[in-house]
C-alpha cells in the first residue's frame, strides 16, 4: 500500500511565480480531490475528479489556480502569479467511490 | 449546503483519562460523518466513518463515536488516552449524493498530559 504521495513536500517561491504540485493517488481510486488548510484551520475543499473529469470547483479556485487529471491517473495542481494569501498546506486526497477519501502528507507552500 | 461546528478549540486531559471530542454538524440533506487525527506537518488520516446502520462506530486507536441525529452531534471518545494521542482532530460531513467533497470543522487540539 504506498498511499496517496505528493511532490514535493515543501515550496518556497517568491510572489509573482508559479507553482505547480503534483499528487499520485492509490492507483485504483477514481476519485481525486484537493483541499487547502491554513494555520490553524481545517481543510477547504478545492477542486474534485472523478476519473480524468474535473465535476466540480469551489469559488475559492480562483482563475489563477487551475487542476488537470490527465488520462485519470496522477493530478498536478497549477497556482499562476502566487500571491502571499497563497501561502497554505494543499492536501491532495483520494477515494474509491464515495467515501473513505485517503490524504497525501501535503505539500507547504510558503510564498515571500 | 453543510456546515461542522467543533465547540472545543483545545482539550488538555492527563495520560489515561477519558476525553470526548465534540462535533455538531448542519445539513438539509443525509450525510455521512467522519472523524481525521493530523499529526504535525502531516497529512490526514482516518479514524471512523458512519456511513448507516448502528450509531456507535468504533475506528482505529481505541477511539470512538456515536452519531445522534436527533442533536445532530458526532462526539469522538476515548476511554483511556495515551501521550501519542496528542494531535489536532477534525468532524468532517459530506452529504451523499454528490461528489462526496468533505466539509471541515476546525478542529480540536487533543493535548495529553503525562
Known amino acids: 500500500d504506498t498511499g496517496v504521495s505528493q511532490n514535493p513536500r515543501h515550496k518556497i517561491t517568491k510572489r509573482g511565480q508559479n507553482v505547480t504540485f503534483r499528487c499520485d493517488p492509490i492507483?485504483?481510486?477514481?476519485?481525486l480531490y484537493w483541499y487547502r488548510q491554513t494555520l490553524g484551520q481545517g481543510p477547504e475543499f478545492l477542486t474534485y475528479?472523478?476519473?480524468?473529469?474535473?465535476?466540480?470547483k469551489s469559488r475559492l479556485l480562483s482563475d489563477r489556480f487551475s487542476a488537470e487529471r490527465p488520462k485519470g491517473s496522477f493530478s498536478t495542481l497549477e497556482i499562476q502569479r502566487t500571491e502571499q494569501g497563497d501561502s497554505a498546506m494543499y492536501l491532495c486526497?483520494?477515494?474509491?467511490?464515495?467515501?473513505?477519501?485517503?490524504f497525501g502528507q501535503g505539500t507547504r507552500l510558503t510564498v515571500v | 449546503a453543510q456546515s461542522v461546528t467543533q465547540l472545543d478549540s483545545q482539550v488538555p486531559v492527563f495520560e489515561e483519562a477519558p476525553v470526548e471530542l465534540r462535533c455538531n454538524y448542519s445539513?438539509?440533506?443525509?450525510?455521512?460523518l467522519f472523524w481525521y487525527v493530523q499529526y504535525p506537518n502531516q497529512g490526514l488520516q482516518l479514524l471512523l466513518k458512519?456511513?448507516?446502520?448502528?450509531?456507535l462506530v468504533k475506528g482505529i486507536n481505541g477511539f470512538e463515536a456515536e452519531f445522534n441525529k436527533s442533536q445532530t452531534s458526532f462526539h469522538l471518545r476515548k476511554p483511556s488516552v495515551h501521550i501519542s494521542d496528542t494531535a489536532e482532530y477534525f468532524c468532517?460531513?459530506?452529504?451523499?449524493?454528490?461528489?462526496?467533497?468533505?466539509?471541515f470543522g476546525g478542529g480540536t487540539r487533543l493535548m495529553v498530559k503525562p
Open positions: 486526497a483520494s477515494s474509491l467511490g464515495p467515501v473513505g477519501a485517503f
Open positions: 492507483s485504483e481510486h477514481n476519485r
Open positions: 475528479f472523478q476519473n480524468e473529469a474535473q465535476l466540480e
Open positions: 445539513s438539509s440533506v443525509s450525510v455521512y
Open positions: 458512519y456511513l448507516s446502520g448502528s450509531t
Open positions: 468532517a460531513v459530506s452529504d451523499n449524493n454528490a461528489g462526496n467533497m468533505l466539509t
